[in-house]
């Protein structure tokens, strides 16, 4: 301890809460996982580019992520249906590596990332043809 009590590497919180992601743009989405394997998803993974057997709509997706804290992650049962918040990606606004659908900016390029998702098999409950 130093001479002025404090530790080093001590975390002293601030009164109140804290609310993540505040004043980001969300949206919702209705995904379906229609494998047969437990699917989990990362909490800063882009979510447009999640495992092809969750089915749900990209387009809705682009740009976003999962709306919980960092370091967590949702994990999709075989055959279970649920609602999921999720929140545009900050930053810099670039997904790369994943599955290889956007690579790059999520700022544009939203119809090809739409259009190599669904020609690759990637489950899509979009109603446009873009």
Do not use: C, W, Y
């Not at 919980?68 to 545009?88: C, H, I, M, S, Y």
């Amino acid at each position: 301890m130093a001479e002025d009590g404090v530790t080093p590497g001590e975390v002293r919180p601030g009164d109140g809460t804290v609310e993540i992601n505040e004043g980001r743009e969300t949206t919702t989405v209705d995904v379906a996982n229609t494998g047969d394997r437990p699917v989990q998803v990362g909490s800063h993974f882009h979510f447009f580019e999640a495992n092809a057997a969750l089915e749900f709509d990209r387009r809705a997706a682009f740009g976003k992520r999962l709306n919980v804290p960092a370091g967590t992650a949702k994990r999709f049962e075989p055959g279970d249906r649920t609602t999921v918040e999720l929140v545009e990606i900050g930053g810099k606004r670039r997904a790369v590596g994943m599955n290889d659908l956007v690579d790059g900016t999520v700022t544009e390029g939203e119809d090809e990332a739409v259009a190599r998702a669904r020609e690759t098999g990637f489950g899509d409950t979009g109603g446009d043809e873009s």
